[in-house]
């Protein structure tokens, strides 16, 4: 079984500052995590997966995320936000390759940024 | 390469009604999933189709089903249509090999059951 938890449904920043969207998961076998992306009307986009490989991860548009096993965490996190980085977050995990299309997700973060 | 494309992107259907949802992957890719997408449940896997095989299936009720034919197109069907099916049906495919573990997602369908 596995299951997804994102802390806070809505994240606000001011342009220019941190982005940190948090991503908790729970998995019976080691997990891929993934963040995705979904602009309004559109479907998501990957941002950037964990494998078991590196566990700091980057992805496109500068965002990067740290897998951390002992804290069952993979947040993302964007040093300075841009006005464009206005979308709705998701965090997936995914019991290993075989089963990638049967993704779990979490309920998503909503991010404002602020002028 | 094109992206995955998905078709029709909105629809209006009524109540008891029957609706066929079409998807067409990205060239070379063999796995098709689909996800119902609501504000009240979020993303919600429905099933998952690899060389014309259902693979995976997500809780649904059997009013929901797929296929996929041989050049990986996928279309889902939705029958006896109720309110509570409006929402964005997404659908998204997997290449093989490296990257296999990967989705990338067409824009989605809107339904609206009235």
């Known amino acids: 079984a596995q299951s997804v938890t994102q802390l806070g449904s809505h994240v606000s920043v001011s342009e220019g500052a941190l982005v940190l969207l948090r991503c908790n998961y729970s998995s019976s076998v080691p997990p891929y995590l993934f963040w995705y992306v979904q602009y309004p009307n559109q479907g998501l986009q990957l941002l950037l997966k964990?494998?078991?490989?590196?566990?700091l991860v980057k992805g496109i548009n500068g965002f990067e995320a740290e897998f951390k096993k002992s804290e069952t965490s993979f947040h993302l996190t964007k040093p300075s936000a841009h006005m464009s980085d206005a979308a709705e977050y998701f965090c997936?995990?995914?019991?290993?390759?075989?089963?990638?299309?049967?993704?779990?997700f979490g309920d998503g973060t909503t991010l404002t940024v602020k002028p | 390469k094109a992206g995955v494309t998905q078709t029709p992107r909105y629809l209006i259907k009524t109540r008891g009604q029957q609706v066929t949802l079409s998807c067409s992957p990205i060239s070379g890719h063999r796995s098709v999933s689909w996800y119902q997408q609501t504000p009240g449940q979020g993303l919600q896997f429905l099933f998952e189709?690899?060389?014309?095989?259902?693979?995976n299936k997500g809780n649904f009720p059997g009013r929901f089903s797929g296929r996929q034919f041989s050049n990986s197109r996928s279309e889902m069907n939705v029958s006896t249509l109720e309110l509570g099916d409006s929402a964005l049906y997404l659908c998204a495919s997997s290449p093989p090999g490296q990257g296999r573990d990967e989705q990338y997602f067409g824009p989605g369908t809107r339904l609206t059951v009235t």
């Open positions: 189709y690899f060389s014309e095989t259902q693979r």
């Open positions: 964990y494998t078991s490989a590196a566990t």
């Open positions: 997936a995990v995914t019991p290993g390759v075989i089963n990638a299309g049967k993704s779990t």
